[in-house]
C-alpha cells in the first residue's frame, strides 16, 4: 500500500548509542518531516525538508541529524541517545505543489532510552 | 507568536451524542487550520482542513468545522459519535508558503456505550 512507512516500529537504546530512524514514502513526495510527540506536549517538529538534498531544522533539532540523498527516503539519526529522547517519532510527507493541503504521516517509532 | 490552543485535554461522551472539540489559533495572517486524528498506536490521520472560502468545511468519518476568525476559533463538530470515534484529536495551523506547522496538544475523546 503507498504511503510512509517508518522503521522500527519499536526500539530501546542505551544511553549513549545511536541509531537511525528510517522513513520511506513511495508517493514521490517532495517534503518530509519528523516529528516527535511526548504527552502533553503535542508534536514538535525535528528537521524537515523540501526536497532531495535540502534539509532544514524545526523546533527541536538538538541531538538529531538528518539527510536527504532520496525523493523516497528521509533518515533521522541519534547520534548519542539520551533518556530526555524518549518519544514517539513521526514521519510524515506532502506532495509538490499542494504542501499546504497537509501531511501524510507514518505510523511511528516508540523509542525508549535507559 | 503563533500558538494553537486546545484547551480541553480530556472529552467523554455517549454513543450517538453530538461533540464539539475546540481549537484556538494565534496567528498573525490568514493561516491554513486542519485537524487530525489518532487512533491509539497508530500515526495522524488528516480529518479535514481549511485555507479559504466557505468557513464551513465538511471532511472525512462525519466530521464538519467552522472557522470563525472574529474568535480565531477552528471547532470540530459531528452531530452523532460513534463508538469508533475514540481516539486523540489534534488541531494544527500552517501559513501558506512554508512547510512549518503548529500543533495543539491534543484532546483524547473517550466514548460510553
Known amino acids: 500500500n503507498a504511503g510512509v512507512t517508518q522503521t522500527p516500529k519499536f526500539q530501546v537504546l542505551k544511553t549513549g548509542q545511536s541509531m537511525t530512524l528510517q522513513c520511506a514514502q513511495d508517493?514521490?513526495?517532495?517534503?518530509m518531516s519528523w516529528y516527535r510527540q511526548d504527552p502533553g506536549m503535542g508534536l514538535r517538529l525535528i528537521h524537515y525538508?523540501?526536497?532531495?538534498?535540502?534539509?532544514d531544522q524545526g523546533e527541536v533539532p538538538n541531538g538529531y541529524n538528518v539527510s536527504r540523498s532520496t525523493t523516497e527516503d528521509f533518515p533521522l539519526r541519534l547520534l548519542s541517545a539520551a533518556p530526555s529522547q524518549t518519544s514517539v517519532y513521526f514521519c510524515?510527507?506532502?506532495?509538490?505543489?499542494?504542501?499546504?493541503?497537509?501531511?501524510?504521516f507514518g505510523s511511528g517509532t516508540r523509542l525508549t532510552v535507559v | 507568536a503563533q500558538s494553537v490552543t486546545q484547551p480541553d485535554i480530556h472529552i467523554t461522551v455517549s454513543e450517538g451524542a453530538s461533540l464539539e472539540l475546540r481549537c484556538n489559533y494565534s496567528?498573525?495572517?490568514?493561516?491554513?487550520l486542519f485537524w487530525y486524528v489518532q487512533s491509539p498506536g497508530q500515526g495522524l490521520q488528516l480529518l479535514l482542513k481549511?485555507?479559504?472560502?466557505?468557513?464551513l468545511v465538511q471532511g472525512i468519518k462525519g466530521f464538519e468545522a467552522e472557522f470563525k476568525r472574529s474568535q480565531s476559533s477552528f471547532n470540530l463538530r459531528k452531530p452523532s459519535v460513534h463508538w469508533s470515534d475514540a481516539a486523540e484529536y489534534f488541531c494544527?495551523?500552517?501559513?501558506?508558503?512554508?512547510?512549518?506547522?503548529?500543533f495543539g496538544t491534543g484532546t483524547r475523546l473517550k466514548v460510553l456505550a
Open positions: 510524515a510527507s506532502s506532495a509538490p505543489g499542494v504542501r499546504d493541503y497537509g501531511y501524510t
Open positions: 508517493m514521490n513526495h517532495e517534503y
Open positions: 525538508s523540501v526536497g532531495a538534498g535540502i534539509t
Open positions: 496567528y498573525g495572517a490568514t493561516p491554513y
Open positions: 481549511y485555507f479559504s472560502g466557505d468557513t
Open positions: 494544527a495551523v500552517g501559513p501558506s508558503g512554508t512547510y512549518k506547522y503548529i
